[in-house]
């Protein structure tokens, strides 16, 4: 069974950071790329970023909204995605959700974790 | 950026009804279009890829089409579980944008 689970959410001040981790299972993680997307309370879905398989290159695409202060990475031996988040902003506050990606006829977002609420507050 | 938009951002439907969401983009995407449905409190779940393919699991009420600039997201009869929030997404070119969802809501 397909698995992903976001952790390492929670309470935040501006101008810090967090680390988020999506650990995964049931499938050859190295196959595929993953992407991040967000959901502020209430809003609608916003992609963050993306990091192809290494056999695409393991290059990394990120939104405007979070270049220069997100970064994301993977550990394919321990099959887990991670994104790091600094210089965290009140805007930053949302769910954040990994999600499995193929990326090589169609691209597409075909197995998504729980989400990992983080919030960002003085 | 690609500007993705939704019509109607919500509607009421009975069970039964035929539903359907237009996606329109703002620069031709070809194919590159996926659609996705998420109920409250829940991570979104994948319906359709490219413009028009069934994901596996799904029930085949569901149907996309389209290919361009607009894309249609047809459910032919509406069941009690398929209320929720309904989200194209557009991964032509980077950066990847979804459109602002659709609600749909029992009558």
């Known amino acids: 069974e397909v698995q992903l689970v976001e952790s390492g959410g929670g309470l935040a001040q501006p101008g810090r950071s967090l680390r988020l981790s999506c650990t995964t299972s049931g499938f050859s993680f190295g196959d595929y790329g993953v992407s991040w997307v967000r959901q502020a309370p209430g809003k609608g879905l916003e992609w963050i970023g993306f990091?192809?398989?290494?056999?695409?290159?393991?290059?990394?695409e990120y939104a405007a909204s979070v270049k220069g202060r997100f970064s994301f990475s993977r550990d394919d031996s321990k099959s887990v995605a991670y994104l790091q988040m600094d210089s965290l902003e009140t805007e930053d506050t949302a769910v954040y959700y990994c999600?499995?990606?193929?990326?090589?006829?169609?691209?597409?977002?075909?197995?998504w974790g729980q989400g990992t609420l983080v919030t960002v507050s003085s | 950026a690609i500007q993705m938009t939704q019509s109607p951002s919500s509607l009421s439907a009975s069970v039964g009804d035929r539903v359907t969401i237009t996606c329109r983009a703002s620069?031709?995407?070809?194919?590159?279009l996926s659609w996705y449905q998420q109920k409250p409190g829940k991570a979104p779940k994948l319906l359709i890829y490219g413009a028009s393919s069934l994901q596996g699991g799904v029930p085949s009420r569901f149907s996309g089409s389209g290919s361009g600039t607009d894309f249609t997201l047809t459910i032919s009869s509406l069941q009690p579980e398929d209320f929720a929030t309904y989200y194209c997404l557009q991964d032509y070119s980077f950066p990847w944008t979804f459109g602002q969802g659709t609600k749909v809501e029992i009558k």
């Open positions: 620069q031709g995407v070809r194919n590159d």
């Open positions: 990091i192809r398989s290494k056999v695409y290159g393991g290059t990394i």
């Open positions: 999600t499995r990606t193929p990326h090589i006829t169609n691209t597409y977002f075909d197995y």
